[in-house]
């Protein structure tokens, strides 16, 4: 055994293409023809042992298995082994834009120099009529189709895994989306507690018993298991539809295919800008977002991600002092590193280096904030990430218990927390317009769960008949009663009997 192999060397295994036609042969065309190139010196060295043509071609060629027994002793050896192959595929195989052929490595060209700055016009919006109700703002962002599909697909999932589904209605979901919302306000220590008898909270469960509502929990579903193998399921289609995906967004990663999927959403393209973290932030992205839907972006970017930006390293930015940045451009994106706190990396191509601009900075000399000038990409993307932070802010008030170790549950429950906070902001904004007083985020979130009446509705003296039902529930007025009379516009067993009026009493303002 040599030294090679016993090292583990990897042996190299070389493959010739033979021309299945003899006539084929390239031969007439080489350069080192023996007539035209007088140089040429024919080596008749005897090389039989080491040479790579040792395969008879004749006729008398032995059978297919002992031509593959000697292709594979050759493979062993490490010598060339031939292939007869047509010429076309020959001429395929070895083509230039093959992916067996490497390819050069096209390098973009850094310059320092700034790029033009994006001019965002002034947001307006229409004044309305008059304020919506906050539910019919939820239902703006959180829409019927929405509660269809979520309605469709548990009862799916549920046959898919007790054979028989659950029965589950679009009106009951939106039971369950209430229980989420009260929970997220009144927070309990666990869920069993909103319905036990020593600590039962009407408001809750009154709307669902105890198994329902657990039952919700453990088969509400967004997409169909069936269709997705492995990790996929059961719902990361659901969050990325693949059929609004194309090939070119498939080369991107997760967070980038996330972006591009949410900006496909934007009314005026064109005309926006959108601000990202350095966890979605890369070159490949913000040419993307330009290129396919005429989006601008600015956002921090890691240092890999760059594009090859031939920025100046932290330790040569820091001996400079605070304050400095070093700036390089390309293809219409430009690369900035900024020295404060800390070396910043940005990405962007809608805002550059000038004209510049001033943030404020605590001043250990004077020991007072002050203006220090930086590009002016810096406060456009402190100014707007600022809203991310009031967003997260907002969601965290009053948050949706969803903890579970299935994690399309988390996200659900943050998607319907920043539905109500998106939707409290446009209330807000419209109650600006029409100089109105508007409610805090608690008390919008409790006016949107559908299953309360409001109190305009409960004593109204409208429409409030009785309903005969096989089973009973608890009463919403009085905490030990229970009856088969509900309130056919409330929603909401009442006691209606000789001993007990709280069918009368409830409806009555005291």
């Known amino acids: 055994m040599?030294?090679?192999?016993?090292?583990?060397?990897?042996?190299r295994t070389y493959l010739a293409l033979v021309p299945e036609n003899s006539q084929d042969s390239d031969g007439e065309l080489s350069d080192d023809d023996?007539?035209?190139?007088?140089?040429?010196?024919p080596n008749f060295a005897d090389d039989s042992d080491e040479s790579c043509f040792d395969v008879s071609l004749d006729e008398d060629a032995p059978s297919t298995s002992r031509s593959n027994k000697l292709l594979r002793k050759m493979s062993k050896k490490g010598k060339p082994i031939l292939k007869t192959v047509p010429l076309d595929e020959a001429e395929d195989t070895l083509d230039p834009s093959s992916s067996l052929v490497p390819k050069k490595d096209t390098r973009r060209i850094w310059k320092?120099?700034?790029?033009?700055?994006?001019?965002?016009p002034d947001a307006s919006f229409e004044t309305p009529d008059a304020?919506?109700?906050?539910?019919?703002y939820f239902k703006m962002l959180f829409t019927d189709e929405m509660i269809d599909h979520i309605a469709?697909?548990?009862?799916?999932?549920?046959?898919q895994e007790l054979g028989?589904?659950?029965?589950?209605?679009?009106?009951?979901?939106?039971?369950?989306?209430a229980i989420l919302l009260f929970m997220g306000v009144f927070n309990f220590p666990s869920l069993e507690d909103y319905w036990h008898h020593e600590s039962r909270f009407s408001v809750i469960a009154d709307i669902m018993p105890k198994k329902r509502f657990q039952l919700f929990r453990r088969f509400i579903h967004f997409s169909d298991n069936q269709q997705h193998k492995g990790w996929q399921s059961p719902s990361i289609y659901c969050v990325l539809p693949s059929k609004f995906i194309?090939?070119?967004?498939?080369m991107l990663p997760l967070g980038a295919k996330v972006v591009t999927t949410l900006c496909q959403t934007i009314t005026q393209p064109r005309l926006s800008v959108v601000f990202c973290d350095n966890y979605f932030t890369s070159f490949k992205l913000v040419q993307h977002l330009d290129t396919s839907l005429g989006v601008k972006c600015i956002g921090t970017v890691r240092p890999n991600r760059t594009g090859g930006a031939t920025l100046m390293t932290d330790k040569e930015l820091m001996k400079r002092g605070r304050r400095a940045f070093d700036y390089r451009s390309a293809e219409g994106v430009i690369a900035v590193k900024w020295f404060d706190n800390k070396c910043v990396n940005l990405l962007s191509n809608a805002s550059g280096i000038m004209p510049l601009s001033t943030v404020k900075h605590w001043s250990k000399e004077s020991k007072a904030k002050v203006m220090i000038p930086c590009p002016s990409l810096i406060p456009a993307y402190n100014e707007h990430m600022g809203g991310i932070d009031l967003s997260d802010m907002l969601v965290h008030l009053y948050k949706t218990p969803a903890k579970s170790t299935r994690w399309y549950l988390p996200l659900f429950g943050y998607m319907l927390d920043l539905s109500i906070a998106n939707s409290w902001l446009v209330y807000k904004r419209e109650c600006g317009q029409l100089n109105q007083k508007p409610i805090t985020l608690k008390r919008f979130r409790l006016a949107?769960?559908?299953?309360?009446?409001?109190p305009d509705v409960r004593y109204d003296c409208f429409g409030h008949w009785p309903l005969h039902f096989d089973k009973r529930g608890r009463c919403n007025y009085c905490p030990k009663g229970v009856s088969r009379w509900k309130c056919q516009k409330c929603n909401v067993f009442l006691c209606l009997n000789a001993s007990q009026e709280c069918f009368a009493v409830y409806h009555q303002k005291i």
Not at 34 to 41: A, G, H, V, Y
Not at 152 to 159: F, R
Not at 164 to 177: N, R
Request: net charge negative; charged share 30%; aromatic share 12%.
């Open 112 to 120: 320092h120099e700034d790029i033009e700055e994006f001019q965002v």
């Open 131 to 136: 304020l919506q109700s906050p539910f019919q």
């Open 164 to 177: 028989d589904t659950i029965k589950t209605s679009p009106k009951e979901i939106e039971d369950f989306l």
């Open 448 to 454: 949107v769960a559908p299953s309360q009446p409001q």
């Open 34 to 41: 023996p007539i035209e190139d007088p140089d040429f010196q």
């Open 152 to 159: 469709y697909h548990t009862n799916l999932y549920s046959a």
């Open 246 to 250: 194309c090939e070119e967004e498939q």
């Open 2 to 11: 040599d030294c090679k192999s016993f090292y583990g060397a990897r042996q």
